[in-house]
């Protein structure tokens, strides 16, 4: 908590991000990459939570925020959603006037078996969805172009849900194959897409087990990687 006040007060910010930790009942830590610090704008930040990048992320633990952005502009976390980050972040970023991230792992974000992310798959996580919908309708009416961003925003928000309801074993998981590939030929102009997500998205309706069994293998590959 020092390090960020000092931060936000030597950069002048609204917003001070840290870099962070995730770790696992057993002990285990990951993300050892190396950031630099950087200072964004609110439209740069924003960018930044929308495109994943990641250095910010939209999560509100490893953040120290200004009070009179919540105060001055009556922004609120919603009650009796998860997901509660996505409905708030980008707002609060729009409203500040600097965003200054450090690289400093300065918090552990312990991922809980029995945890409400970390539980099956259940249709309260269809929350985000939403969130994404009230984030593009924002923008929308501040006419900022952000059409880029938000439609990346939309389909990896998308593609993670069916990833979490395809390793939980997610019965309903029909709706959300056939929302994806209506939207394919429109997902694969997008220019943040990488060539990975593109073949993805090609894969998720008609190729769904072969899909499936790919995820899988990246699971395992990440899960090595954790031990």
């Known amino acids: 908590m020092k390090s960020l006040l000092e931060n ?11 870099d962070f930790y995730y770790i696992n009942e057993e002990g285990k830590m990951w993300n050892q990459k ?5 200072l964004y704008s609110n439209i740069e930040g924003i960018k930044d939570i929308l495109l994943d990048c ?5 999560m509100t633990w490893n953040k120290l925020y200004k009070l009179s952005l919540f105060r001055e502009h009556e922004i609120y976390f919603p009650k009796g959603k998860i997901h509660e980050d996505n409905f708030t972040t980008y707002r609060l970023y729009y409203f500040a006037n600097k965003i ?11 991922q809980r078996s029995n945890s409400i992310m970390g539980k099956k798959f259940n249709v309260k996580r269809l929350d985000i969805l939403q969130a994404v919908e009230e984030t593009r309708n924002f923008f929308q009416n501040k006419n900022i172009n ?5 439609d990346y925003y939309e389909i990896m928000t998308k593609i993670g849900i069916l990833n979490n309801m395809l390793r939980d074993e997610y019965e309903e998981k029909e709706n959300m194959i056939n929302e994806i590939h209506s939207n394919k030929k429109v997902y694969q102009k997008n220019k943040y897409l990488n060539m990975k997500t593109k073949l993805a998205l ?19 590959k990440k899960n090595k990687k954790i031990k």
């Open 8 to 18: 936000a007060i030597k950069e002048n910010a609204d917003i001070s991000v840290c």
């Open 34 to 38: 190396n950031k630099e610090p950087k």
């Open 146 to 150: 952000l059409s880029s961003e938000l």
């Open 54 to 58: 990641p250095n910010t992320e939209v």
């Open 100 to 110: 200054s991230f450090i690289p400093d792992k300065l918090y552990y974000y312990l």
């Open 202 to 220: 090609s894969l998720i309706r008609d190729k769904a087990k072969l899909y499936a069994f790919l995820l899988s293998i990246l699971d395992n």
